[in-house]
Structure formats: structure tokens, C-alpha cells
């Protein structure tokens, strides 16, 4: 088992391959022009601060449960457009690399369809919590919308709150936008488009989490359009229903009116507000923090899948 943190890639360096972005965890190659390659390091964020430091094996494990959530919205909601092609690296790549590197990469990518981003973030709450709870204490509201007076903190919101938010780069800060603005940005069709998929996928995920006794308490999705068919036809991209992109909650430890048990990121968010680190750049995480994540992560990862990493 690796125990070291991969926070940096040598693809950059590939001949073949051109880098088109670096995000907060992932870093993003064009392979042609029609297929991108993903690579997903063990960087991690919060609060829309990347730590300087990253938790081992973090990226394949994205990797590989993103692919398997690709798996079962192949089955159980055929109709539902995605970018992925395959897991992992192309043979085309592999010549010139180290069996080291090629060890190292092959779990942490995978190879997708190359489209137009929609430059928003489709975000699903079915429970209340995190900045969303925060809106409603403030004035009943979360991005404009006015919900039921005595909600608590981890209160379930039924039916569950779509709050679609602007896609912001590394080092930015994502935006709440309304509905409207979320229309004004890529299109009033797409947008509604955006927002019933997200909902539709977001129920049937949730449904499967409880099943295995994870609360999915809220994610958020990406989006793109492929532009090769007719009529241009929106697609699931990106990561999706990962402790990185969502809350998973310990369903046996549920209680509402206060913070739960989660599966997720949460102990670092904690740990950065509890420390006053909370917004700094460059943190370095402790060791605990590093260990508790990584196990929170795996235990997510074997409760969904029913697999060990």
C-alpha cells in the first residue's frame, strides 16, 4: 500500500500528452480531440484551500468509486449521458514510463469524452448543514429560497433542494447563485435540464447509500454538452457521489439538531475551523488529520462498493 501522497503528476512532461488544466485535486490532459485523460492526485481542499499536503491512495480511490457509481448509473438509469470512456491509462501512453509510474498512475485515471463545461455546480441537499444551514439561520433562506421555519442543524429537507453555485478555479470561492442566474449563465433549457438530472440522480444514488447505511446528505455535480450528436445532448462529467464531491453520513448514528458522523472531509474541515486555519493557504495537515480522513474515505468506499480498496 502506497504511504506517500502524490501531489503532483510526471504526465506534465509527457510528449504526448497537453496538460488543459489543473484543478484542486485534479489535473486534466488533452489525449486528442476528442478524449480527455484525468489524472486525480491526493491533493485535498477545504473551504476552497488546497492543503499543501495530501492523504495517500486519496485519488484512486476517487477514481475507482467514480467509475463504479458510472457502473451502476449504466444500470440502473440507462438513459443518463456520461462523460466516461475508461479507467485508466492508455497502452499509446505507457511506452517510455516506469513500471513505478505506470503502477502508480494507472489506478488514478481514467479516459472520458472531451466536451463543452457548463461553468456551473449542480448541488443537491436532501439534509440541511454546512453553509446551507448557516443561510437559513441568517434569514430563513438558502440561494433565495425561502424554506420551513424550525429546521435544525441535519434536519432532512423533503423534498430535496436543488442550489446550483458558479464554478470557481483553484484558490477562488464558489458562488450560490439562483436558479435564474444559473439559467442566465448556460442557457435557461440546459439549466433545467441540469437541475432534473441532478435531482433524478441524486435520488436514486441516495436510495442506494441508505440501503448500505450511508445518509447521502448532499453533492454536487458537473455537467457538459456533447456537441457531436444531434440535438446537442447534456452529460454528467467529473467526479460524482465521492466523499470529496459529497456528505455521506453514519445512518446509525443519525440524530438531527447537530453535526453527524460523517464519511467525508469533514473531520478536516473541523479540525481547520477548531485550529483557526480555516481560509489560510499552504496548511500542511497533521498526521491524525491525514490518518482520520483517509480511514473516513475507505470506510465509505467499502460500505458503498462492498470493497476493499
Known amino acids: 500500500m502506497a504511504t506517500t501522497a502524490l501531489t503532483s503528476t510526471p504526465l506534465r512532461?509527457?510528449?504526448?500528452?497537453?496538460?488543459l488544466a489543473s484543478g484542486k485535486v485534479r489535473e486534466v490532459y488533452a489525449l486528442d480531440d476528442e478524449r480527455l485523460l484525468f489524472v486525480t492526485t491526493d491533493r485535498i481542499s477545504a473551504f476552497d484551500r488546497v492543503m499543501s499536503n495530501g492523504v495517500p491512495r486519496k485519488g484512486e480511490l476517487l477514481t475507482r468509486l467514480s467509475c463504479w457509481w458510472f457502473d451502476f448509473f449504466s444500470r440502473e438509469m440507462p438513459e443518463l449521458r456520461t462523460h466516461f470512456l475508461a479507467m485508466g491509462l492508455p497502452d499509446s501512453l505507457k511506452d517510455g514510463m516506469s513500471h513505478h509510474d505506470i503502477e502508480v498512475l494507472d489506478c488514478r485515471t481514467m479516459?472520458?469524452?472531451?466536451?463543452?463545461?457548463?461553468?456551473i455546480e449542480a448541488v443537491v441537499r436532501g439534509y440541511i448543514t454546512g453553509s446551507a444551514y448557516a443561510s437559513y439561520k441568517k434569514d430563513g433562506t438558502v440561494n433565495g429560497k425561502h424554506l420551513p421555519a424550525g429546521l435544525q442543524e441535519s434536519s432532512r429537507l423533503d423534498p430535496p433542494l436543488y442550489t446550483p453555485s458558479t464554478k470557481a478555479d483553484a484558490g477562488e470561492h464558489d458562488e450560490n447563485i439562483s436558479e435564474e442566474e444559473a439559467g442566465q449563465i448556460v442557457g435557461a433549457e440546459h439549466a433545467e435540464k441540469i437541475k432534473s438530472l441532478s435531482l433524478e440522480v441524486y435520488g436514486k444514488a441516495?436510495?442506494?447509500?441508505?440501503s448500505r447505511g450511508i445518509i447521502l446528505a448532499d453533492t454536487k455535480f458537473e455537467f457538459g454538452l456533447d456537441e457531436s450528436i444531434s440535438p446537442?445532448?447534456?452529460?454528467?462529467?467529473?467526479?460524482i457521489l465521492t466523499p470529496d464531491s459529497s456528505r455521506f453520513w453514519d445512518a446509525t448514528l443519525y440524530e438531527s439538531g447537530r453535526s453527524q458522523a460523517s464519511f467525508d472531509k469533514q473531520h478536516l474541515r473541523d479540525w481547520l475551523v477548531d485550529t483557526g486555519k480555516k481560509g489560510e493557504e499552504g496548511i500542511?495537515?497533521?498526521?491524525?488529520v491525514i490518518e482520520n480522513t483517509r480511514?473516513?474515505?475507505?470506510?465509505?468506499?467499502?460500505?458503498?462498493?462492498?470493497?476493499?480498496?
Open 13 to 19: 512532461q509527457h510528449p504526448r500528452l497537453k496538460l
Open 284 to 288: 500542511e495537515m497533521t498526521q491524525d
Open 295 to 309: 480511514n473516513r474515505y475507505h470506510d465509505a468506499y467499502r460500505m458503498l462498493t462492498g470493497e476493499e480498496l
Open 206 to 210: 441516495a436510495a442506494y447509500a441508505a
Open 232 to 239: 446537442p445532448s447534456v452529460v454528467i462529467i467529473d467526479e
Open 111 to 119: 479516459v472520458t469524452k472531451r466536451l463543452k463545461v457548463f461553468k
